[in-house]
């Protein structure tokens, strides 16, 4: 990108109107050396990923770092871009405010989430969420090209843009002065380094700052214009010069001995830019095109070869420039065509010379791991045989002395001789064989004719313990137990001591494919997936992070008492036994699996035709695979665990009235019911494999699993306030700490409180509108029934005293003539006319009667009512009547009204006519509580047992009329010292509907319809 300038760079005559890179080609043209070397190998160990121009991704990349977001953020010639390892989002103050310049040449993290970016010719700036800062000549900083920035020990950010060097004091861009020793104006290139010396490449040396220090030191080392400059892990600073190479100049201990630079130069390769890995391998760009190269150091010093990786590798450009490692150990390469990342593989390819190579694995006691191919030479596997295999040396055969049963071409056969280990078909076994497995005790087969084989070393037997049918799957635990699986799925474990025939459980996976089984838990695979055995003898499906993830898994082993690992058709998963017990009690996915595929190193897929396991465990750590294109291994002790968790970022809501950013406090408006929430989460590693978990407290209970998904949609909602919350997992199940945003839902109109109050008021309104009328239809209906009835009885009255009464009377009177005719001393009379006083005294108490019948006014006050009985029944020479009013007179229902009057009626007359008393009081309490009524006498009282008799006085009479209307009536009497009659009737029942809550007035109202 940046090359050799020809008598200056700062040439009127260039063209704006050309292309970034045509310019820097210009300005640095690659001369060809006839002692540059090419690289000696091709670049291999590493997954390449490439985001082109079609992917979406800019050209001419320029610079690039990872933020504090675990974003990659890219300054190109284009303007300024954030990655998240899947989407390119281009980055601007907001929407509409364009950057000073869109030709970003330098771009550094700041340290606080803002960037600063140099350009091609408009200067620097710094940007910070929504501010933008512009540093040109008016602040200090000369026009021209950024080459580089760098922030030195005490925090001053310094930048090199060819015709000078400047420091930034806050305000201002300073130039160093002549006293500190930089006199040459020109500079290229700043570094800082860990002990925090900085250096400067100017156009024919390099100078250094020491840390804290006043005056910048000749390093005694001449370069030329546009070199660069890089520090690696061990704290050595090597420069990159368009003439002399790659080479040295200083350690932590200080500046290099001219000799010990010289020894370790590479002056014939020519980088642009270059970076250290923290393994301490070097990465750079081939200066004027050739892609790049990757330097590697034995301990001992010396160069490995150089791995070179270009276009025809899958590189998009053979102009490349920066170079970065991320936090997760990638290696990120920009080119002027798209980006690349390189990440290492963990898995390798098992790289066998000749043609014999081995493709099906055993596992013997011990973890011993062997291989055998179709030669039937059985071969260990170990880091010795891998050692040997990088050094060229020619693999040797296994030389232990155990005999070895191996499937080979549908049969097994035995590799007898302890030597050469030569596989000898004349020593076949019982035939064709579906699967065999091997431990310490004995050799099981399944045959293809069906029934389970056994060896112990006597000659093959069939196990008459288990179905004689075809089986798919063998697998043997450290106990000796044998588990067996079959093609329908059924699965049956026979212990080495177990008697009778062994049962077939049905594990619910289709056809076996793999078995597991120790100490702690028991596994089956299937075509269909995997599934855990239980403690009742069942099985209990265990849920993938993908649905496809656990299909086909045809080998099963676990590292000690730790994780397990399973190889099935979709890679190799490395997964925890407490991650599988949850998955299979709740239902769930997996939450810490780990899967490794072909981005990992792994080639093709796990057999699915072996009649052995696929996978394999040596003691050494080192896990073998059996694929469908060759062995692979697996260094379990080197993995380490990616705990860089994911960076979520909230995106956009999306609802009726368009897209808008997610930010807290976001206001959106009424009638708002159905929303699409977006978000996203920077992971560079494997950003396929990102997972997520919201919420949306109001609405969520609990955290909803995504997966993969990066937007969630909510219907139905109602105004209010809500928080969005999210969180996300890498390819390790490392969680994020949840991001949220809160927002409302404006409400409508008649979506407020005040409108619900209204409606609960109108509500209330027609309740008791309802209640009126219904009342008032149930007072109208029961005045109509005793309208009636008191009409009946008014005629019965009549009736009687037109016929009965006035018969009665008329033959009294006749009585009382004929009874005159008769002489006083006639023992006759005296006998007639005491029939005549029983026949006036039933006629008197008949026409009492017949009153009664008639009744009385209801809506007569009661005190009034009984007043004008007590002037009715007074005759002649009478006890004195008073009446006694307390409260205010209240209205009473009908029905209390009429039983109270009849009862004060009853008691009334019974102190009138029996009492002989010469006071009558009768007290009305129109009280809160209820209403009293009391008759009360000073007259002879009742005998001792008339309140027994409880007919005597019309008492049994009063006391159900009490009860009628929910009253209670009391009587208190003593001879000679009168009586009284109490009735006390609760306000609930006693007054009028009016003073009672609506449910009691309907229940009232039906119990009062006659």
């Known amino acids: 990108m940046r090359g050799a300038g020809v008598q200056g760079h700062r040439g009127n005559w260039i063209i704006r109107a050309c292309s970034a890179w045509l310019v820097l080609a210009w300005l640095w043209p690659c001369v060809a050396h006839a002692e540059d070397a090419p690289p000696d190998a091709v670049l ?71 960037v600063w970016a140099g350009t091609y010719d408009a200067g620097v700036f710094h940007l910070h969420g929504q501010t933008l800062q512009r540093y040109g000549p008016e602040r200090g900083l000369p026009q021209g090209f950024v080459f580089s920035m760098a922030r030195d020990g005490q925090g001053r950010w310094w930048v090199a843009n060819g015709d000078s060097l400047r420091w930034f004091d806050g305000q201002r861009w300073r130039a160093p002065h002549a006293g500190q020793g930089f ?37 005694g080392v001449p370069l030329t214009r546009y070199a660069t400059l890089a520090q690696a892990p061990d704290g050595t600073v090597w420069v990159a010069d368009r003439r002399r190479g790659l080479w040295p100049v200083a350690d932590r201990a200080g500046l290099l001995p001219a000799d010990a630079r010289q020894r370790r130069a590479l002056p014939q390769l020519r980088l642009q830019r270059f970076a250290f890995q923290r393994d301490g391998s070097l990465w750079g760009s081939v200066l004027g095109g050739g892609g790049i190269v990757r330097l590697r150091w034995e301990r001992t010093g010396a160069l490995l070869p150089i791995e070179r990786f270009d276009v025809g590798q899958g590189l998009p450009s ?3 420039s920066p170079m970065l490692e991320d936090l997760e150990g990638d290696v990120w390469v920009g080119t002027n065509l798209g980006l690349s990342r390189f990440r290492r593989h963990l898995i390798h390819r098992l790289a066998w010379p000749g043609r014999d190579a081995p493709d099906t694995l055993m596992t013997l006691p011990g973890q011993q791991v062997r291989a055998y191919g179709e030669a039937g030479t059985v071969w260990p596997l170990d880091r010795a045989r891998l050692a040997a295999l990088g050094q060229g040396q020619r693999p040797m055969p296994a030389q232990d002395a155990a005999a070895v049963w191996r499937w080979q071409g549908g049969r097994i056969v035995r590799s007898p001789h302890p030597a050469t280990m030569a596989a000898t078909l004349s020593d076949a076994g019982p035939g064709e064989v579906s699967a065999l497995i091997q431990s310490a005790q004995a050799v099981w087969a399944c045959a293809t004719a069906g029934g389970v084989l056994r060896n112990a070393g006597s000659g093959w037997v069939r196990e008459t313990r288990l ?15 044998l588990l067996v699986g079959y093609p329908d799925g059924g699965v049956a474990v026979l212990a080495d001591d177990a008697q009778g025939l062994a049962p077939v459980s049905q594990a619910g996976v289709g056809p076996i494919t793999g078995l597991y089984r120790d100490d702690a838990l028991t596994l089956v695979a299937g075509e269909e997936g995997l ?39 979709r890679g190799l998963v490395r997964v925890s036994p407490d991650d599988l017990r949850r998955s299979a009690a709740t239902g769930l996915p997996l939450d810490q699996a780990r899967a490794f595929d072909a981005i990992d190193g792994l080639p093709g897929v796990a057999l699915q035709t072996s009649a052995v396991p696929t996978l ?19 260094d379990v002790n080197a993995i380490a665990r990616n705990r860089v968790a994911p960076q979520v970022r909230l995106g956009e809501v999306v609802s009726g009235q368009g897209r808008q950013p997610l930010v807290d406090g976001l206001v959106l408006p009424k009638r708002t019911r159905e929303l699409e929430l977006d978000y996203s989460a920077a992971s560079l590693a494997r950003p396929d494999r990102v997972r997520y978990r919201v919420r949306l407290e109001g609405v969520d209970a609990h955290w909803r699993e995504m997966g993969e998904l ?68 149930l007072a109208a209906r029961w005045r109509a029934r005793l309208e009636e009835r008191h009409g009946e009885r008014e005629r019965i009255a009549r009736d009687l005293h037109d016929t009965l009464l006035q018969g009665m009377q008329g033959l009294v009177l006749r009585l009382h003539a004929a009874n005159q005719r008769l002489p006083p001393t006639e023992p006759v009379r005296h006998e007639v006319e005491h029939a005549l006083e029983l026949a006036e005294s039933t006629l008197r108490e008949g026409r009492e009667r017949v009153v009664g019948l ?95 008799r409880s007919a005597h006085f019309g008492l049994r009479g009063m006391r159900e009329r009490a009860a009628r209307i929910g009253g209670m009536l009391q009587v208190w009497s003593a001879p000679r010292m009168g009586t009284e009659i109490a009735l006390s009737v609760p306000a609930a029942r006693a007054y009028a509907v009016a003073r009672t809550r609506w449910w009691q007035r309907l229940r009232r109202a039906s119990q009062e319809e006659p």
């Open 854 to 948: 008639r009744g009385e006014d209801t809506r007569v006050e009661l005190g009034a009512r009984l007043a004008a009985v007590g002037k009715r029944l007074v005759v002649g020479p009478a006890p004195s009547l008073r009446l006694l009013v307390e409260g205010q007179p209240r209205a009473l229902p009908t029905c209390v009204a009429e039983e109270a009057f009849l009862i004060g009626r009853e008691a009334l007359t019974n102190a009138l006519r029996h009492a002989q008393a010469k006071a009558i009081e009768v007290e009305i309490g129109y009280g809160r509580e209820a209403l009293h009524l009391r008759v009360r006498d000073d007259g002879l009282g009742m005998p001792a047992d008339a309140q027994a």
């Open 318 to 320: 053979t102009y490349a």
């Open 710 to 777: 990066a937007q969630v949609r909510y219907a139905n909602l109602q105004p209010g306030r809500y928080r969005f919350e999210v969180m996300a997992a890498n390819e390790d199940g490392v969680w994020s700490v949840p991001v949220q945003a809160g927002f409302a839902i404006r409400p409508a109109w008649t979506q407020t409180g005040l409108f619900r109050v209204a409606m609960m008021v109108l509500l209330a309104l027609a309740i008791a509108a309802v209640i009126v009328l219904r009342s008032r239809a």
């Open 616 to 634: 394999a465990l040596g003691q050494d750590g080192l896990l073998w695979m059996a694929s469908n294109q060759g062995l692979a291994w697996l």
């Open 531 to 569: 599934a855990l055995a239980d403690a009742t003898g069942g099985y209990a499906r265990v849920r993938g992070l993908r649905e496809d993830l656990l299909l086909g898994i045809s080998g099963i082993v676990r590292q000690g008492e730790g994780d397990l690992w399973l190889y099935g058709i």
């Open 44 to 114: 291999s160990g590493f997954d390449h990923s490439s985001w082109t121009l079609e992917r979406g991704a800019p050209a001419d990349i320029w610079d690039m770092f990872q933020g504090s977001d675990r974003a990659l953020w890219l300054g190109t010639g284009s303007g300024l871009y954030r990655f998240d390892g899947q989407r390119f989002m281009r980055t601007a103050p907001t929407p509409g405010q364009p950057l000073p310049s869109n030709n970003l040449t330098v771009l550094k993290d700041d340290g606080a989430g803002g």
């Open 183 to 219: 006199a040459v104006g020109e500079a290229y290139w700043v570094l800082c380094d860990a002990g925090g010396v900085l250096w400067v490449a100017t156009a024919d040396r390099l100078l250094y700052l020491p840390r804290a220090g006043q005056r910048f030191l000749d390093a």
């Open 467 to 481: 179905p004689d049918r075809r089986c798919s799957t063998l697998q043997v635990d450290a106990r000796g137990t």
